[in-house]
C-alpha cells in the first residue's frame, strides 16, 4: 500500500471520529465525506471485465458499507439547538459501526497485499473472483455505501430536525456545538 492508500484510509475512518463532540450539521456536511469517496473512486476504481462472481462480491461488500453506513447514521444523535441549529454527534454505536466498515476495508487491505495474500488468492480461485481489481472495486464501493448512506441518514434527519412542531433543546452535554459536522 502506497502513502495515499494510508491518507485515504485513516481520514475515512476519522470522519465519524471528528463527530464524536457535538458539531453543526449543515447541508455542507456532505462536501468532505463525498469528496474522499470521490478521491477514493478515482483513484483505484477501473474499468474490466467482471467474471465468474466478481458483481456478486462487489454487490455483497457495497450492501455491507450501506447497512454499517445508515446504521451509523441512525445511532448518532440529532437535534435542533436553542439557536435554531441542527446538532450532531456520534456516539459510541455511531462510531462502532463506522469504524467496523472503515477499519475491516483498511485492515483488510493491509492483510491482502501481505501475509494475506495467499489466503485471498485461494478464496479467490474457489469462489471464482477475477481478479484484484473485482477485490478493490468490492472494497472502494463498500466505503462509498457505507458514507453515502450515513450522509443521507444524517441529511434527512437534519432536514426533519428543522420541522415545525419539532422542539428545540440543549446539549444534553452542556457543551456548544462548534462547525459544521460531516
Do not use: K
Not at 14 to 40: K, N
Not at 47 to 69: C, E, M, N, Q, Y
Not at 98 to 117: L, N
Not at 131 to 146: D, K, P, R
Amino acid at each position: 500500500m502506497s502513502l495515499s492508500d494510508y491518507v485515504i484510509d485513516v481520514l475515512l475512518i476519522a470522519l465519524v471520529l471528528r463527530q464524536v463532540r457535538a458539531r453543526e450539521l449543515t447541508a455542507g456536511s456532505v462536501l468532505l465525506p463525498t469528496v474522499l469517496v470521490g478521491v477514493a473512486c478515482l483513484h483505484y476504481v477501473h474499468a474490466f471485465t467482471p467474471r465468474g462472481d466478481d458483481v456478486r462480491l462487489i454487490a455483497l461488500l457495497a450492501a455491507t458499507g450501506v447497512v454499517l453506513g445508515l446504521l451509523s447514521g441512525v445511532a448518532t444523535e440529532v437535534w435542533r439547538a436553542t439557536d435554531g441549529r441542527v446538532v450532531a454527534r456520534a456516539g459510541l454505536a455511531a462510531a462502532f459501526f463506522w469504524v467496523a466498515g472503515m477499519g475491516f476495508r483498511f485492515g483488510f487491505a493491509v492483510w491482502s497485499t501481505g501475509s494475506g495474500a495467499a489466503a485471498v488468492t485461494r478464496f479467490s480461485r474457489v469462489h471464482r473472483i477475477s481478479s484484484g481489481q473485482a477485490w478493490t472495486t468490492a472494497l472502494v464501493l463498500m466505503a462509498v455505501g457505507e458514507v453515502l448512506a450515513r450522509v443521507a441518514i444524517l441529511q434527512l434527519r437534519r432536514v426533519q430536525a428543522r420541522r415545525p412542531g419539532i422542539l428545540p433543546r440543549p446539549d444534553p452535554s452542556g457543551s456548544r456545538a462548534p462547525s459544521s459536522a460531516a
